[in-house]
């Protein structure tokens, strides 16, 4: 039995860095409970999923030679057009996340690293924020997200409030 238990730390520690196993999930828990114990509760926890069969940013992406900024609704591709787009392009879908997530990092959160804006974004100052990437069945990406929001109450705080009601 002991043996098996150290077997399994050794197959945990080399797998732990490999995406979607149970091992690498377990150190993403454990940043998350440390941004917890640091941050306190997050404000918000949202999915991200962009709509890739709908956005033409895709198919200019995969080398269609339109103009996103002046599309007209009749240049749009059909749902069945562009999923055939989707499905044969993964790496165009891949790089259309990603440019969609950092869109959204950068003009909803108000998080730029190359900035010492502190504004912040429409949600207001972002103290942190983390991310989980995923598959969906039919292969595109999607990002359950934590915020933290500057303002927000940690759960000290909150049990203080609680317990002085």
Not at 47 to 58: C, E, G, K, L, S
């Amino acid at each position: 039995e002991k043996r098996v238990l150290t077997l399994m730390n050794e197959v945990r520690a080399v797998t732990s860095h490999v995406a979607a196993l149970s091992s690498s999930k377990v150190g993403m828990r454990n940043k998350i409970r440390g941004l917890m114990f640091d941050q306190g509760m997050p404000s918000f926890y949202i999915t991200i999923n962009p709509a890739d069969v709908f956005n033409p940013v895709v198919r200019f992406l995969a080398g269609d030679d339109i103009d996103v900024h002046n599309l007209l609704p009749s240049q749009m591709s059909g749902f069945l057009q562009q999923g055939l787009l989707v499905s044969k392009n993964p790496f165009v879908t891949m790089k259309f996340f990603e440019i969609y997530m950092k869109n959204f990092i950068k003009t909803v959160l108000g998080y730029d690293p190359d900035s010492s804006d502190l504004e912040g974004g429409a949600l207001g100052v972002v103290r942190a924020y983390y991310g989980c990437v995923e598959a969906q069945g039919r292969g595109t990406l999607h990002c359950h997200m934590l915020i933290w929001v500057e303002g927000g109450l940690n759960p000290n705080k909150i049990k203080a409030r609680v317990m002085k009601e």
